[in-house]
């Protein structure tokens, strides 16, 4: 079916409430009738993450409209989904403090992904079970006072 696809953004700031709403798509394009039907799940890997900021985040709104509305202000979306950005990002990891030591020696602590966790399994001769006994999921704290692994 030939619908009118709406993309909006809005970013949140805590502390501060909404500090930008925007359109960041507006096209004609085909979907399948399944799309429209009650209770239809949005595929989000098409959006690219930003970088991660503490106390930020932002609201992705996509919204399907018949493909002959040119006004959208008053029209009724046949189909709509919204999603904060925080919840399509896969989670991070911070070992233990107990455990520090012996994940990074003397080497500062990094959060990792579950995918850097299993990579150092496979290396240190270990199962993946064994080290996620030994982490816990990252803060926003953790994650803006350590970084990320970039591996």
């Given at each position: 079916m030939k619908i009118r696809e709406v993309i909006n953004i809005k970013g949140w700031v805590d502390g501060s409430g909404w500090s930008y709403s925007q359109c960041y798509?507006?096209?004609?394009?085909?979907?399948?009738?399944?799309?429209?039907?009650?209770g239809a799940e949005m595929d989000w890997s098409w959006w690219q993450l930003n970088s991660r900021?503490?106390?930020?985040?932002?609201?992705?709104?996509v919204s399907?409209?018949?493909?002959?509305?040119?006004?959208?202000?008053?029209?009724?979306?046949?189909?709509?989904?919204?999603?904060?950005?925080?919840?399509?990002?896969?989670?991070?990891?911070?070992?233990?403090a107990e455990h520090q030591?012996?994940?990074?020696?003397?080497?500062?602590?990094?959060?990792?992904t579950a995918e850097d966790i299993a990579d150092l399994a496979n290396g240190w001769g270990?199962?993946?079970?064994?080290l996620m006994e030994q982490v816990h999921e990252a803060t926003a704290e953790e994650i803006e006072e350590w970084g990320v692994y970039n591996g």
């Amino acid at each position: 079916m030939k619908i009118r696809e709406v993309i909006n953004i809005k970013g949140w700031v805590d502390g501060s409430g909404w500090s930008y709403s925007q359109c960041y798509s507006d096209s004609i394009g085909e979907v399948s009738d399944d799309m429209l039907a009650p209770g239809a799940e949005m595929d989000w890997s098409w959006w690219q993450l930003n970088s991660r900021e503490r106390g930020r985040d932002t609201e992705i709104t996509v919204s399907y409209y018949a493909a002959d509305v040119e006004d959208i202000t008053d029209a009724e979306p046949l189909a709509e989904w919204s999603i904060w950005e925080s919840e399509l990002r896969e989670p991070l990891y911070m070992p233990d403090a107990e455990h520090q030591d012996s994940w990074f020696w003397s080497e500062q602590p990094v959060c990792l992904t579950a995918e850097d966790i299993a990579d150092l399994a496979n290396g240190w001769g270990k199962t993946v079970e064994e080290l996620m006994e030994q982490v816990h999921e990252a803060t926003a704290e953790e994650i803006e006072e350590w970084g990320v692994y970039n591996g």
